[in-house]
């Protein structure tokens, strides 16, 4: 399923981002960039323990990533530029902030990969496993701030051609289909 809003391509596919063709992956990381469960543990194991020493360097250096922001990684063994790990929101019930957070998930990372001059990038559902996000919910909240990012962003500061939401989970992809559908 695909959709150019502007010049960019926006796709829903199914399955693990590790196997995902292109410039830059996001992980769905915790505050100290410990590694865990989830996407992030999938993509530690896929990497190497080289994504891992990097994330430590990061924490000595900054301390914890903040819920919304981003630090930026090599892709260890993987054949990516580098990864994006971002860290959503834990999930309260919803008068925590935890929608601004997620949006900010988003575009931050984006900010990082048009930095970086990334032609591509692949997000996973932010937020929805271990961290309890309701699935629409997130799902709503990525289409629209990459949808917002793209549309604010003029064509010579914009070096991202693609921008792949990958879905883990069946019911997750056809939440998104139905947005992106909506968007065409
Ligand atoms: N490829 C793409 N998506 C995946 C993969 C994969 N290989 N594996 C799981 N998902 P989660 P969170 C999906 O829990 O909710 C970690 O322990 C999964 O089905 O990975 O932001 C971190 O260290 C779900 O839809 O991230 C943090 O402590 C989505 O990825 C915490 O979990 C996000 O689920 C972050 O929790």
Redesign the pocket.
């Known amino acids: 399923m695909q959709v150019h809003i502007e010049q960019v391509l926006l796709e829903v596919i199914e399955?693990?981002?590790?196997r995902w063709q292109g410039d830059y992956i996001v992980n769905?990381?915790?505050s100290g960039l410990?590694?865990?469960?989830?996407?992030?543990?999938?993509?530690h194991r896929?990497g190497g323990r080289r994504i891992a020493e990097e994330c430590a360097a990061i924490r000595q250096r900054q301390g914890k990533v903040l819920p919304g922001d981003a630090a930026l990684t090599s892709a260890g063994s993987l054949p990516f530029r580098g990864i994006i790990h971002t860290?959503?929101p834990?999930w309260k019930g919803g008068s925590a902030n935890e929608t601004a957070v997620l949006a900010e998930c988003y575009s931050t990372s984006l900010n990082l990969a048009c930095a970086e001059g990334a032609q591509s990038i692949a997000f996973?559902?932010?937020?929805?496993?271990?961290?309890?996000?309701p699935?629409s919910a997130a799902a709503q909240i990525a289409v629209t701030s990459v949808v917002r990012f793209i549309r604010e962003k003029t064509a010579a500061n914009m070096p991202l051609k693609r921008i792949a939401f990958?879905?883990?989970?069946p019911d997750?992809a056809a939440i998104y289909r139905e947005l992106l559908e909506s968007c065409r």
């Open positions: 399955g693990d981002i590790t769905a990381a915790n410990y590694g865990g469960g989830g996407v992030d543990g999938a993509i896929a860290v959503g834990i996973p559902n932010i937020g929805t496993g271990v961290y309890n996000f699935k990958v879905c883990f989970e997750n």
